[in-house]
C-alpha cells in the first residue's frame, strides 16, 4: 500500500521532470504545450488532494498548523502564477521569465515539504492514525483532475 509520503513524493518527482522538460522547451511548442497542460492539470488535482488529506491531518496538530497554513498559502501562490501563465502566449519572453519564477517556489515548495514537513509530520502523526492515507489522497486528487476546468469556470464566474 503506498503511504501518503510516498503518493506525495511521487507527484513532486514527476513534476520536477515536467518543469524540466518546460524550461528546456522554446516557444509554443508542441512540445512545451503538452507538458504544461500535464504539469497545470496535475498540479491542481495535487494540491488540492494534498491539502485535503494530508494537510487536514497536520492541522489537528499543534505543531502542524502554522506550517500546514504555510504551505496552503504557497499553493495560492502557486495557482495564481499558474494561472497567468495559463493566459499568456508561450512564445512571449515574459512567459519564459514567469515560468522561471513559478519553478524556483515550485521547487522550493516541494523540497520545504519533503525535508522539513515530512520529517516532522512522521514524528507528530502516527502511522496508525495516517494509515490509508496514501490511498485517500490518489482517490481525491483522481476527483480533484476531473474538477479542474469547472472550478475555472466558476472562479470566472465571481
Known sequence: ?????????????RHRELLATLEDTSGDSEARRSAWEE???????????????FYSVLLG??????????????HQELDDIMEEL?????????WLTRFKTLKHDYEHHIEEEEQEIFERAREVIS?????GFGKKFLARKEKEAGLTEK???DALEE
Do not use: C, L
Open 86 to 94: 495559463n493566459e499568456m502566449e508561450m512564445s512571449s519572453p515574459g
Open 1 to 13: 500500500m503506498t503511504d501518503i509520503y510516498a503518493a506525495i513524493k511521487t507527484d513532486h518527482d
Open 61 to 74: 496538530k499543534t505543531w502542524g498548523q502554522e506550517h500546514a497554513r504555510h504551505s496552503v498559502h504557497e
Open 151 to 153: 472550478k475555472k469556470a
Open 127 to 131: 502511522e496508525r492514525e495516517i494509515s
Open 39 to 53: 504539469f497545470y492539470h496535475d498540479v491542481k488535482a495535487h494540491a488540492a488532494a494534498e491539502e485535503e488529506t
